[in-house]
């Protein structure tokens, strides 16, 4: 059973940069694939981005050009570097894990971490 871990998060301004990381532990994690997912209140988790095993990439179209994921194999980390921060990107994101063709319900979740951008 794959577990994730995020860290990152937190206020900044608008126009500012935050990195979120997330390390996935477990058998078989780096075959995984892993991602970034956002929720706001009262609405679904929304894929933010999400990275496969080989490095193909997935983003949602509100954050290209902005956002970039990464992912290292070999310590089973993905981070999510997110800059040109916008007020509308305040939410609470999540990473996943999940095996590839599997839903990501059915995947690992991490805690989340809260994102503010806000003057």
């Known amino acids: 059973q794959v577990q994730v871990v995020e860290s990152g998060g937190g206020l900044v301004q608008p126009g500012g940069s935050l990195r979120l990381s997330c390390a996935a532990s477990?058998?078989?994690?780096?075959?995984?694939?892993l991602g970034w997912y956002r929720q706001d209140p009262g609405r679904q988790r929304e894929l933010v981005a999400e990275i496969n095993r080989v490095g193909d990439t997935e983003y949602a179209d509100y954050v290209k050009g902005r956002f970039t994921i990464s992912r290292d194999n070999t310590n089973n980390m993905v981070d999510l570097q997110m800059n040109s921060l916008k007020p509308e990107d305040t939410g609470v994101y999540y990473c996943?894990?999940?095996?590839?063709?599997?839903?990501?319900?059915?995947?690992?979740w991490g805690q989340g971490t809260q994102v503010t951008v806000s003057s």
């Open positions: 477990g058998l078989f994690a780096s075959m995984y694939t």
């Open positions: 996943n894990a999940r095996r590839p063709l599997v839903s990501p319900a059915s995947g690992a």
